[in-house]
């Protein structure tokens, strides 16, 4: 299910950026961070009691923070934000009083019909009176004060955001044997035609089942006598209104398809080759535990061997850290080898759910042992006893060793190289965990 999403806005300097980092999980756990000419945004998870969501912060903005600011661009900011949000917390500066700017704001605020939290930020003590007028002259609610510096205030805030949100509706029961493939990866890459290539051809079971989910377009199809449930992020991103975005829409969606998918299509336009932006997504498709087939669409247009070399090398520069994701040349626009992209994603799905025998993993670890690769320190000595596959999609490999902070990243490369050469990973992340045993 996809999180709910929190936007937090405000003009610029009232403590937006404080506010987000004092209610994210992890102060340093910015999930994205996309710069552009309108919009400049970092994404946080976040975790209140158990429930999860997803923050933005439209505030880290140097830009925005020069003097002959816009009106116009702090609106469109709050405009959008508000756009993509289940619930607005909105921001002003409680040593400043309501400015012309906040104004602004609250006009946008008021016109999205989404819950709305007033926050007059900068109160850092507590026993400070509000001049409440002021503030409910906004019309956006009753004011909250808070200080995103020291803390208080925040945890009510929380409390009642998290009241705020849609309620979680059962999801229908996932037909277990359907393999759940989000279409990832920039704007125009093509994703929506490769999606609608995919269920033409393969007679498409149930087609625009609205999921449950706000925005979520499942198209169930079957190939081979697999069922597929296909998330399009594209889709999604085309019901909305504001189209001047679509880099940041087709993150947000992502984020939340790739929290459902066992493996994703990342989605590149091979024209373009592989950019920054893809290599982050493949980021994110990793976190999340999802297998990657890397898709490399509009083979059409790759009718030389210059531009075959440059998509080709793109791939082996940009994507170095997940070398072990196929990758398939494809056309949506004529048809060409889309069944490949089926068949890599039924087999990474099978390596993503691959379950490797202890007595297997032990041969290797043998192996490795007899080998002599080892590391040593001083008079320490790394000596991997065993090992045994403790989780699956991804698989989890927890080794027991006599001195686990002897392993560096080398090693555990190393370790990642010997079992994918061993057996058969392709298209899934590993995780390897260590654990002492003397
Ligand atoms: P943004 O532009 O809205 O994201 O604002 P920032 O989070 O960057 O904050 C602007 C300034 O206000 C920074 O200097 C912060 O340290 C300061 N600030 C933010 N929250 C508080 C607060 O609760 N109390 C005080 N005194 N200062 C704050
Ligand atoms: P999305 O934003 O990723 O869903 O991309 P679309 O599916 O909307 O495609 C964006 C543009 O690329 C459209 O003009 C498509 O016709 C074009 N396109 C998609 N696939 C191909 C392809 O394989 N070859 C070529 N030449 N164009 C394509």
């Known amino acids: 299910m996809s999180k709910p999403v929190v936007a937090v806005v405000g003009r610029p300097n009232v ?14 756990a910015i999930v994205h961070e996309s710069r552009g000419v309108t919009r400049d945004r970092s994404y946080h998870d976040c975790d209140w ?9 439209t505030g880290g903005i140097e830009s925005l923070k020069s003097k002959d600011v816009f009106a116009p661009r702090i609106r469109e900011q709050a405009l959008a934000a508000c756009d993509e949000a289940d619930v ?21 605020v008021r ?27 906004l019309g956006v609610g ?22 705020a949100f849609p309620d979680v509706v059962e999801e229908e029961p996932l037909d277990d ?34 999921g449950t989910t706000r925005d979520a377009v499942d198209i169930m199809i079957s190939w081979k006598g697999q069922k597929f449930r296909l998330v399009d992020t594209a889709g999604m991103r085309k019901k909305t209104q504001v189209h001047e975005d679509v880099e940041y829409y087709s993150l947000v969606r992502g984020l939340g398809a790739m929290d459902r998918a066992d493996v994703c299509l990342l989605v590149v336009d091979a024209s373009i080759g592989v950019t920054e932006q893809d290599q982050k997504l493949a980021g994110m498709a990793i976190d999340r535990g999802c297998g990657i087939v890397i898709v490399l669409n509009k083979w059409d247009l790759i009718d030389t061997d210059e531009k075959r ?33 089926l068949a890599a994603a039924v087999h990474a799905a099978q390596n993503h759910a691959n379950h490797i025998k202890t007595s297997q993993l032990n041969q290797l670890v043998t192996q490795i042992r007899e080998s002599g690769h080892t590391i040593t320190q001083k008079n320490r000595r790394l000596k991997v006893h065993y090992a045994t596959q403790t989780g699956d999609k991804p698989p989890v490999f927890t080794f027991w060793c006599n001195a686990p902070d002897l392993i560096d990243d080398n090693y555990e490369r190393f370790l990642e190289n010997r079992l994918r050469a061993t057996f058969s990973l392709e298209g899934t992340p590993i995780r390897l965990k260590f654990r002492r045993k003397d």
């Open 309 to 341: 070399d440059a998509v080709v090398n793109s791939l082996d520069a940009r994507m170095t850290f997940a070398t072990w994701a196929p990758s398939v040349n494809v056309s949506a626009l004529t048809g060409r080898a889309t069944d490949k992209v």
């Open 111 to 137: 016109k999205s019909k989404k819950p709305v939290f007033l926050v007059v930020n900068k109160i850092d003590n507590p026993e400070t009176m509000l001049d409440d007028w002021n503030y409910y002259s």
């Open 15 to 28: 403590g937006k950026s404080t506010l987000v980092n004092r209610l994210s999980v992890n102060r340093d």
């Open 177 to 210: 044997d359907a393999l759940n493939i989000a279409i990832i990866g920039r704007p125009n890459v093509g994703k929506s035609s490769l999606t609608n290539r995919l269920a033409k051809k393969n007679r498409s079971i149930v087609s625009d089942v609205a």
């Open 88 to 108: 607005i917390v909105f921001v002003v500066d409680g040593t400043v009083g309501v400015t012309d700017e906040d104004e602004e704001v609250a006009r946008v």
């Open 142 to 163: 009753e004011p909250r004060a808070l200080s995103a510096g020291h803390g208080h205030g925040t945890g009510d805030l929380l409390d009642d955001v998290v009241a």
């Open 49 to 57: 009691n158990g429930r999860e969501f997803v923050l933005i912060d």
